[in-house]
Every structure is written in structure tokens, then in C-alpha cells.
DNA sequence: AATGAATGAGCCTTCATTCAT
DNA sequence: TATGAATGAAGGCTCATTCAT
């Protein structure tokens, strides 16, 4: 397969996270795929031989993209702690609130099926990456003097907890953006009573 | 249907429950549950008319025992707040590191899937439950004394986005049980900072 | 599978049978048993879960019923040998002519391409039944004056395998009934020089 | 197509021979082929346009090289009838044990389903042309004094009826080195009752 | 009430053949 | 000539649900 045919693995793997983004993971086929590609049902084994392999693909790709590019970006600016949290947050809140899931609820249901080892789990590793970039934020903002935190480690931990417990959350039983401002802003208050840090504008 | 008849559907949700407790909700066939309860096809069909009707009930009866039933027991007993919250975490606790999933997987694969009307969700319901047992509970401690919190409701919703957050976790990445104390202990300092709950012995 | 399913597996059994001898084995598909027996894809597999396990089921009740008895039935009689070894003959003469196959063609494919343990492979077991029959055949025709033979066995294992030869040459290639009643005289000639025996009416 | 065309189609005939002799016909795919040839999918359609006719090729090749050749070459020496009898005879015993199949299978295979007419079917010539020779070879033989047979032609059949049993049923049922020499010494010894030819010596 | 055989839709996968380059 | 990506028909298999008994 030369660079044509790396054109294309693209453009499935693009179309395949847009399937898994509406339907999940087990409520995927093959033909779903196909269908998104509008292309064969032999061409797309030519490229995965399986949901499980498109799906994995699919995650590995994004991780390259997403998160880390954002945030990382973010901390490298001149921002202050207080601000990089409250834009951390929002990207969280967006991806929450995004009607098309995002890989949160396929990633779920594989990673729930699939026993896979935790080194190998890329929502694991996600985790893990964000609990200790917002460690060092918080450790940031209390050098600074804009939080003030004893346990910064946990205090992250806590954070990503609430986080991803409102992301399942609202993926399964919906939730309005006002629950998840109100669930946000009340973790950030933890960190700097006196200050209302203004998360709503999307 | 008669007596006999309520006593046999009592029966094949109780099997119902384990296979799905087991297994999820996708990966369960008519044939397990069939299989589970020894009885026929047809069989069961005479009491829940689909897979979906049945797993919905095995979920709203799961709420009539659970957790009502240990907490409710225990808010009316003489208990202290501080107690009652300790046993309500380790409640959740054990239901995390139950080795059978317990319905956290078969639930949430189910309402990823299905858009159930948000009052119809029984997921929605017993987390709004849980919280609002959580805040009185949380009011009755401010009150007594035994804690302090300027906002119980959203107290009492950020540890359950947390403990939504853990469990989900736990299943889909694996968790350990020292990570789970110190994350629900962390919660429990937020609101009695002088005092260290011991929720470790099981 | 009580009663009731046991003749329906017979059913298919038999409509197999009859597929199997038009189209060999390897033509065969699970539709195509699913025609002939105008039932549902899943309803086969019910009784059967692969072409394999259906053929070979065919094979084996096959063999129950039909050489050894025509044959031993005529053994028993009060008929000379000679008499018999035309008997005999002309039933091979009547399966080599066979418009449908019988399973000679779809025994080969299937033995052709599955190495099965020699013990376990019917063919074998037929053949060297039919090469001790005739064994027996010829001594007692020897012993009788009707037959000159030197080596019992060795001719008969010839007879066999010009038979065998005939059979599957007949299939691939086709034959006239003249040609066969040629071969088979002429080794009938070889036992009985002085005597044509006639096998020509079928 | 020029000298250079030809020498790749005869390339990729032997190429597939090969393929056809390891694994029969149905069992071979285009991917086989191409595979075994080290050409492009759309290469092999240039010189072949289908399944069918490539194998009709190689068979139709084989003919050319195989059995003509060895034995032509023979029948314009020097050699005795029986020489060159028992060395048709040790060039067949060759074959029927190869453990690369030949084409034997294969060729059955295809024309077991495939239904040729007479005429056109290589088995069938291949067959007729064999016994041709070993009927000349018979008479030659009698004429010589060699051999004694009173229907060379019935015999020279019966010869290739029995090599014919014999490749099948190696095929199919697996047959010992000891049991071919018997069978063709059988053979043998109905010319040639008083000399022991020595096929043994592979 | 209860049974379990039967249905058929739907998913997965392979492969001969074509065709744009 | 040569390539190999693409096609789509065809076969395999499973499972929720129905229905005659």
C-alpha cells in the first residue's frame, strides 16, 4: 500500500471515529462503516479486518490530535494557572456537551468488554496524562497565589474523577450545560474560594 | 397472572441480574438468561416480551433492595452523619470492586445505546436519589456539627459525580483498592477536615 | 430433540444425501440443503452446524443401510458363486451408472482434501469390506469348481480397484454402459475363461 | 503476444501446477497463484482469463511433458516390452506416491463438478492415450514371446483401470508402498505368469 | 402456562474479477 | 504490459422473537 492507499486508510479512520462518535462501539458493523465510506464491503477489509482493529486505529489516531495538543499549547502561553484550568475545563465541558459523544461512550464500551492490560489502555493512559498536567497547574496556581491547595495530587485526581463521571453521566442520562457549570464550578470554588471562576461561554 | 406467576418473574430477574451482572448487557443472549433460569424460550417470554423489558426491570427492582433498602435502614437508626456517610461509601466501595460487575457495565452499555426520555432513565433516578439522600445526610451532619459545608446539594452531587466517576473507571481501566480510599477519602476531608474516616476495613 | 426432531433429522439427512450426490461435496452450501429441504437457514442449523458434520451424518447412516445389505442378503442365499459375483457386479454396474452420483464423487472430494485417519475413513472401511466379500466369494467359488484362482485375495483387490477406477473415471469423465460391461467380462474372463457371464441386463 | 509473453505463461503454468499439485483445486485462490508467481492479480488476468482456463492449461501442458515424453522416449529405445512395461508401471507407482498430489486430485476435483464434454476433457485423452500405448506395448511384447495376453486391448484397460483405482484411493485413503507393488505385480503376472518383474526399486 | 422448534433478518468474511492508472 | 485497489456476489453463522402444540 503506498501513499494512495495512506490517503484512504485516513479518510476511514476519519469516517469510522464519526460512526463511533453517533453509535458506540458495539452497535457498529462493518456495513455501518462501509456505509459512511460509501465504499465496498471487500474495500474496507482491504484496510481493517475487523471493527476491533478500526476501532483501536481510531483511538490511537485521535490521541495524536486532541487533548494533549490543546493543553499543551496552552501551557506553554503566558497564561496564568486560574486561566489554564478554567480553558481546561471548558474543553472538557465542550467535549461533554458535544451531541456526537466524541469516542467517550465507544471507548466505554469496548474498554468495558475488553479486558485489556492497563499499560495498554489508551483511557487509562488519558487519564493518567491529565491528572498530572493538572497537577502541576494546581501546583502552578498555588506558587502563584491563586489557589490554594494542600493536596494537589489528590485535589487533580478528584478533579478527573468528577470529570469523567460527568462525562458518562451526561452520555448516558443527559445533563444540561447548567448541571455541568454548576458541577465545574463548584470542584473550582475548592480551589479558590474567593474567586468565581466564569466557565459558561462556550 | 397469579401469585405463582409473580413469585417465577421474581425468579428470572434474580437470574436475569446475575447473567447481566456478569456479562453486560450486549453480551447477553436470550439463550444465557433461558439458559440461567432453566426454563423455555417461549417461556419467558410470557413474562418479559422483550430483552429490553427485562433488563429494565431487572434494573428498577435492583433499586427496591440495594441501596435504598442498607441506607434507608441505617438513616433510621441512631447513626451518626459521619457514620451514615462512611457506610453509604463503602457501600459504593464494594460495589466497585465487586468482581461481577454488578449492573454498572449492563447499565450504562444499555443507556449509551438506547435514548431513554431522561424521566423514564432509572439510572437518572437513582442518582438523583442518591443525592438527595446524601444531601440530607450531609445537612443532618452541618447541622449536628459533625461537618462543614456551605453548599450540601452540590456537595452531595460532586461525590456522587466522583463515585459515578470510580466506578466507571474501575471498570473500564481497573482501580485498585488503595486508589479508591484515597479518593474517597479525599471527598470525605473536604467536609470534615479534622477527622479521618476509615472506610478501609471492608 | 425428542421424537419428532429425529425424523425431521432423518428428513434432512436424506434431502442432503440427494444434494450431495448432484453436486459433490464441495458445491454444496448450506442454502443449498436449506432448499431442498424448504427450511430456514437457522432451522438447519439446528441439526447440523457445518456441511462437514452434515456429510459425514449422511456417510454414516448411508453405509447402515446399503451394500452390505443387498449384498450379504444374496450371500445368504442358496445361489453359486458365480451367480453372485455377477450380482454383485451388477449392482457396482448400477452405481457407476448412476445419473445422480450416489456419494462416490462427494466421498472423494470430501476424502481428497480431509486427511482422516485411515481407520476412521468409510471409504476405506467399504472398500476392504467389499474386497473380503468377494474374497470369500471366490474361494467358495474355487472350492466349488466354477472359479480358477491362485490368489483369492489379490484378485480379489483387483476386482476392487478396477471397480474403484471405473467409478470415479465414469464420474469425471463419463462412460457408456458398453464400456463397462467390456471391463468388467474382462475380468470375470480372468476367473472364468470358459464362461461369459452375462451382466448386461441391468 | 511475443517470445517473452510466452516465456512468462509457461512461467506461470508451472508456477501453478505446483500450487495445484499441493492443494487440489478448490482449495487454490487466485491469491495462490499470484502469490506463488510473484505477479500482480491483474498480471495473471493477461494471460489467463479465469480459474478455469488456467487450469485447463496446466493440464493441458502437463500432458506435453509428463508421460509422453518419459515413455515415447522409451518405446523409440531399445528396451523389451516388459522393460518398458515395468517402467510405465514404476513411473505410475512414482506418481501415485508422490506426496505433492500431481494433479490427480485437482484434475478430479474439477471434473467431478465441472461437466466437460467428452471430448474436450484432458483426463479422458490422457487415459485413451495411455492405453493405446500400453496396448502396443502389449502386443509388442507378444509378439516378442514376452508376454502372452489374448486381448491386449481389454488388457491394456484393465491396466489403466487399475493404476486409476490405485491413484484415487491413494489419494483418498492413503495406500502403503507394499500394497501398489502388490497390486501392480498382480497386474503384472497376469502377462507374465512365470517372470517376477521388479517394480520395487523406486 | 409452558415448550422448544422454526424463522429470517442481519452481521461477518472471502475471493474471482475488473479497471483506472 | 503491469499493477493492485476496489467491487459485490456469495457463503457462513447467530439470535431475538414467534407459534403450533
Not at 483501536?56 to 490530535?65: A, D, G, M
Not at 499549547?73 to 475545563?89: C, E, I, P, S, W
Not at 498536567?133 to 494542600?150: A, D, K, P, T
Request: a negative charge; hydrophobic letters at 40%; proline letters at 1%.
Amino acid at each position: 500500500m503506498g501513499e494512495k492507499s495512506d490517503i484512504k486508510r485516513k479518510f476511514i479512520l476519519d469516517k469510522a471515529r464519526e460512526v463511533f462518535s453517533e453509535k458506540g462501539y458495539k452497535n457498529v458493523t462493518m456495513k455501518d462503516i462501509v456505509d459512511a465510506c460509501d465504499i465496498s464491503r471487500g474495500g474496507l477489509y482491504l484496510y481493517f479486518s475487523s471493527t476491533d482493529e478500526l476501532f483501536l486505529s481510531v483511538l490511537s489516531t485521535e490521541n495524536e490530535e486532541d487533548d494533549e495538543e490543546t493543553i499543551t499549547a496552552a501551557l506553554t502561553g503566558t497564561a496564568t494557572a486560574g486561566d489554564m484550568l478554567a480553558l481546561f475545563l471548558k474543553e472538557q465541558k465542550k467535549e461533554i456537551l458535544r451531541k456526537k459523544n466524541g469516542l467517550i461512550v465507544a471507548s466505554y464500551e469496548y474498554f468495558f468488554a475488553k479486558k485489556v492490560s492497563v499499560k495498554d489502555n489508551p483511557l487509562k493512559s488519558q487519564f493518567d496524562t491529565a491528572v498530572r498536567i493538572i497537577e502541576r497547574l494546581i501546583e502552578n496556581g498555588v506558587e502563584s497565589g491563586e489557589f490554594y491547595c494542600e493536596n494537589p495530587l489528590g485535589c487533580a485526581r478528584n478533579l478527573m474523577y468528577v470529570v469523567e463521571g460527568l462525562k458518562v453521566t451526561s452520555k448516558a442520562v443527559g445533563i444540561s450545560e447548567e448541571a455541568i457549570d454548576n458541577e465545574l464550578m463548584y470542584v473550582l470554588q475548592g480551589l479558590v474560594p474567593e474567586e468565581l471562576n466564569n466557565i459558561n461561554n462556550q
